[in-house]
């Protein structure tokens, strides 16, 4: 489904028409994570004004998926991306314009905009909506479903023009008229290991900005802190000190179960685990030596590859 282009022709600020007295766009850097950028768009929507800038179709290549926001203050502050860097800022006076006219609008750039002085270094083309936010209520419930770990969705109707709260799809996408926002919990990541490298993933994995839960695999019980959007990280160097924590995360519904050794080892431990009942399906489900790439000669190029075999999971898993 796309929006009308005509629309983006006919936008007086492509051609610096309007512009009057109206902000000049500002970053803030808030990070990108959905959940600040919609905490953002509340905060904003009770200072003055905001609109809420979705990516809803994409031509070719592009640096972010459909969903992707930005968010603008009536004031000029943004936050968020819809590609790489390289139109934000124009998405930003897009929405100014639709803030002073409280009219919802629509931008094409890259590939089928008629606009040549903003290229997409992808080569591809995109298609922003950009709402004028006039209920906060929808996002402020997105937002408690996120605190509790639960998805959640914004469906988007132009014809409207509204936002509503949503049952959850799989994936950001048009439903007929309509477009849906598929908002899922920030990763979790349970780290079980008292060692250099737990402490190594637990650094990279907090810089990243992930929920962390370490703990040294003895006695604490982590099943209540293990969900669908939780990988569990095991980081022993003793098959005994990580028998509780696994056998907790094979039946639990972790999108990433991943143990350190050598095949070898994960041959050992697989044959414990048979001892103990587990099937060639539960055990399949562990990443054995874990990481995206082999054996590494530091904690720091470990926890890297335990961290991108993470991410690259949760995007197959969840888009």
């Not at 009770?46 to 930005?70: M, N, Q």
């Not at 000669?297 to 969840?318: E, F, G």
């Amino acid at each position: 489904m796309l929006l009308d282009a005509d629309m983006a022709v006919k936008s007086p600020s492509q051609f610096g028409e309007g512009r009057g007295s109206r902000p000049t766009p500002v970053r803030t850097e808030i990070g990108d994570q959905p959940a600040d950028i919609l905490q953002f768009t509340l905060e904003a929507f009770d200072e003055g004004g905001v609109a809420l800038a979705t990516l809803v179709d994409i031509r070719g290549g592009a640096a972010r998926a459909p969903g992707s926001h930005v968010a603008i203050a009536a004031d000029g502050r943004f936050c968020g991306y819809v590609s790489g860097g390289c139109v934000e800022a124009a998405v930003a006076s897009e929405a100014l314009v639709a803030i002073a006219e409280g009219k919802d609008r629509n931008v094409i750039y890259g590939d089928g905009s008629p606009f040549f002085d903003i290229v997409l270094p992808c080569g591809g083309g995109i298609t922003v909506a950009i709402h004028v936010l006039r209920d906060a209520e929808p996002l402020r419930r997105v937002l408690d479903r996120l605190g509790d770990r639960l998805p959640a969705a914004l469906r988007y109707s132009p014809e409207t023009p509204s936002l509503e709260f949503s049952e959850c799809y799989e994936r950001s996408c048009w439903q007929g008229s309509e477009f849906v926002t598929v908002y899922r919990p920030v990763t979790r990541v349970v780290i079980s290991g008292g060692n250099t490298e737990a402490q190594a993933v637990a650094r990279l994995a907090a810089t990243s900005r992930w929920d962390v839960v370490l703990q040294n695999g003895a006695e604490q019980d982590v099943t209540d802190v293990i969900d669908a959007f939780t990988a569990v990280v095991l980081l022993h160097h003793d098959l005994d000190a990580e028998e509780r924590v696994l056998d907790a995360a094979t039946t639990s519904p972790a999108f990433y179960v991943g143990a350190l050794g050598s095949t070898r080892t994960h041959y050992q431990r697989s044959e414990r685990m048979q001892k103990r009942g587990f099937s060639q399906q539960d055990i399949g489900r562990i990443k054995a030596p874990i990481g995206m790439f082999g054996p590494t000669r530091d904690a720091t190029a470990l926890a890297l590859s335990v961290m991108a075999d993470i991410a690259a999971c949760r995007l197959a898993a969840y888009g």
